[in-house]
């Protein structure tokens, strides 16, 4: 992430949970006091097979990667008064994920700024590192 975004410590209680679990992860944070989310997962999901065969879906934008994996890029999308967007990368039997708002929750606040705190160049940047598998089993998918 830039240095230029100001990053808070991980939100630990409901409705945004710390998950830490053998195959899922999950923190949300508030960037620049907004919210931002990041996820991996072991990859079973329908929207990889999707990726794969090139579909798009709405303004989700499927791509390969130079090392072969699929990334899927989202939004930005504005639904109950926030926007959102993201970045799915699946990887080594992994879909790390990261999301961002324009807004301190989820849905149902007035927006902080008129877009999310992190860009699409910036979620990609986050959800394609390798520090995603850094202590993570490996996985056949």
Not at 70 to 89: E, L, M
């Amino acid at each position: 992430m830039s240095p230029a975004h100001r990053v808070e410590d991980a939100l630990t209680v409901a409705p945004y949970p710390l998950v830490d679990e053998t195959a899922e992860k999950i923190a949300h944070f508030r960037v620049d006091g907004m919210l931002a989310s990041v996820v991996i997962t072991q990859s079973t999901s329908a929207f990889e097979w999707e990726c794969q065969q090139g579909a798009e879906l709405g303004n989700r934008v499927c791509t390969q990667l130079p090392d072969g994996s699929r990334q899927q890029v989202w939004g930005p999308d504005t639904a109950d008064r926030v926007t959102a967007q993201g970045v799915t990368v699946w990887r080594h039997g992994y879909a790390p994920a990261v999301l961002a708002y324009n807004a301190p929750e989820g849905k149902e606040v007035a927006p902080v700024q008129p877009g999310p705190a992190l860009s699409p160049a910036e979620l990609t940047t986050i959800a394609t590192s390798d520090v995603w598998f850094s202590g993570l089993p490996a996985s056949d998918g």
